[in-house]
């Protein structure tokens, strides 16, 4: 069941209805889960906005190969025909992310913001008291209109950069915003935190 939500907003009482059990049995065990390091409950942003938010946290798995492997995918070219792969890539770029923060000793937190009128930011990062806003795309093609979407969306958080993470091959890079992918984005977070 919480394969089926990866990506998604933690919400104990569906899910426990779902299974037959309370909300409390669904949340102890989604934080034993959480304890092992299986799955991430990635906290929303709150931030003293004109604009109502969503405070639930989203939940995802830590490693897309269990994923992959709960929601019965055996073979990689079934991958990228399955509905969920656009919420399995960003829990993946949000995993590489943290990761990659933490063993370098980076003081950080993680969030991500969603408003109750569907504008939304993927991952916002504060780090040396600077606001990086994030939207992953599992695109190889990211569309500029993504990046202003992503700009306009980061400006009710005044977040310092916008970065647009995809599986693009051209990555651009802007004083404050840019259009990488994966490994050109922790390149750059290296060299600016």
């Not at 969306?153 to 950069?161: G, N, P, S, V």
Request: aromatic share 10%; net charge positive; proline share 3%.
């Amino acid at each position: 069941m919480l394969a089926a939500t990866n990506g998604q907003n933690w919400n104990a009482s569906q899910i426990g209805k779902s299974l037959g059990i309370s909300y409390h049995s669904a949340n102890n065990y989604t934080d034993f889960l959480e304890n092992v390091f299986l799955i991430r409950r990635l906290p929303a942003f709150s931030a003293s906005l004109k604009k109502r938010l969503v405070k639930s946290p989203k939940l995802y798995w830590r490693d897309s190969g269990l994923l992959h492997a709960l929601l019965g995918v055996r073979i990689e070219s079934d991958l990228f025909n399955q509905p969920w792969i656009g919420h399995s890539w960003e829990g993946w770029v949000i995993e590489q992310t943290l990761s990659y923060l933490q063993t370098s000793d980076k003081a950080h937190r993680a969030y991500y913001l969603r408003t109750s009128d569907c504008h939304e930011i993927d991952l916002v990062l504060e780090l040396d008291n600077r606001l990086c806003a994030i939207e992953i795309k599992l695109t190889s093609l990211p569309k500029l209109s993504d990046l202003d979407r992503l700009v306009k969306t980061a400006e009710l958080i005044k977040a310092d950069h916008c970065v647009l993470i995809s599986r693009t091959e051209q990555p651009l890079k802007g004083k404050k915003k840019a259009s990488l992918d994966i490994k050109s984005f922790i390149a750059w977070l290296g060299a600016n935190f």
